[in-house]
């Protein structure tokens, strides 16, 4: 895997890795375009920080969260940590002090203790 290559916005600041480790060929061809009609006209910096609603946010990372423990359907405990990461984000979106303790509180009715049980390795 090649080593992240950021790429920093003039006019926003806004980073982007260029190594396209995480990424298919297209889908770097893509975010290229985007970043290029986003940052490189400086669209960004007419439009303000950019900021999404919760809902937008819970929207897409439960869709992504999806897809990705479609892939390990068989192994609950990838589904379980993805879960856990997609609670935890939103907890800590609105309660930036709560550490991943009060988010699983926050979230499951099971104990802490089983559902971190479920993610640690070794269970
Ligand atoms: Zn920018």
């Keep these: 895997m090649a080593t992240p290559r950021y790429v920093d916005c003039p006019n926003c600041g806004e ?31 007419a439009n303000g920080p950019r900021a999404f609603s919760r809902d937008q946010i819970s929207g897409a990372l439960n869709r992504a969260a999806d897809a990705v423990t479609d892939l390990a359907a068989q192994d609950d405990r990838v589904g379980d940590a993805i879960n856990l990461v997609v609670n935890a984000t939103l ?33």
Excluded: I, M
């Design 91 to 123: 907890t800590f979106l609105e309660s930036p002090d709560a550490d991943l303790e009060a988010a699983v509180a926050a979230n499951y009715s099971d104990s802490v203790d089983d559902v971190l049980g479920w993610v640690r390795a070794g269970n």
């Design 15 to 45: 980073k982007r890795d260029t190594s396209g480790n995480y990424t298919s060929p297209a889908n770097q061809e893509r975010d290229q375009r985007r970043w290029a009609e986003e940052h490189e006209s400086g669209k960004c910096a």
